[in-house]
């Protein structure tokens, strides 16, 4: 897959901006050595994030049984827990909070009427007291039904370390903190279809406070992440969550392919890594079979000045060529 974008972006501080980039490239590989074992190797590049091409997931799979699937996976993959669909050209902030990309082994049941689960076990980057022990877990149950022109699904995740998330871990590196304990998160996803029209629900979140160790908070006013403090030395993050709510209508424009879409999103607690609301809307058409076109407008509110953002909006608008091949 190859996906171009153009864009322009005005930031909370009224800072303007316009860029083209190479947005994502995608190189996989898939072997089937038998029919109970299969691979999955899968290379990504993003511009400004992923240079040169690195190594997104690989996965070997052994799986037995028709009606009753069971697969035992390993390796590096993205772990069952959020769904993250969305027509939007950018990513949701559902995704922005909760995606995880590790090394693990799960254990997945599928049944041929829709009801599917899967448990895992891996080692968490962000550990309590810094621990290199496999001490992650988690796992999730989900259900799809299709039957003529309806298609609906559900979800249901739990895990035992969001912070463990690629964005959380980001964030928290980036601010030398240390965790003190896990804190569990959970994903919650629902999306009905009814063609031409769809709406979606999704809801990923912490289920409880948690704490950090932070050397450079002298005193307790001074913690940068700002989502409340304990005494010197000690960050509590409170409660943290998102949110994506999407509809969209799918048409034909000259007789090609085509939806329009809506979302709003939010989330809690996080100033600072993300906008507290985002409105979006996009417009996509499948020119050719594999080639799309889209353009996406998206208005951010940030926290306000008490909640430790800026109060200000951010307008960004987006224009994507993508190839799936």
Known sequence: MIEIEAGWHRDYEQHSSSDIILATTELEIHAEPSEFATGHVLFLYEEDTTEPMALDEAVLDLHYGEDLQIALTGGKFYLPFGNYDSNMISDPLTLELGEINQSALMLQLAEKTGLHASMYAFNCDLSEGQNDNIDCFGGDIGYNYENNDLLAGLGLGLISNLPDSDGLETLLE???????????????????????????????????????????????????????????????????????????????????PSIFAVAIQHSKNLPEFLPKTRYLSTLATELEEGLTAGLEYSFDKDFSEDEHGSGENAHTITGQLALAF
């Open 174 to 256: 980036d601010e030398g903190a240390i965790l003190q304990e896990h804190g569990s998160g959970i994903a919650a996803h629902l999306k009905i279809e009814y063609t031409p029209v769809y709406v979606m629900f999704e809801y990923v979140g912490a289920l409880k406070d948690f704490d950090l160790n932070r050397e450079d908070i002298e005193s307790p006013d001074e913690a940068d992440i700002h989502l409340g403090t304990l005494p010197v030395g000690r960050e509590r993050i409170k409660k943290i969550w998102s949110s994506n709510i999407e509809a969209g209508f799918n048409f034909t424009i000259l007789d090609k």
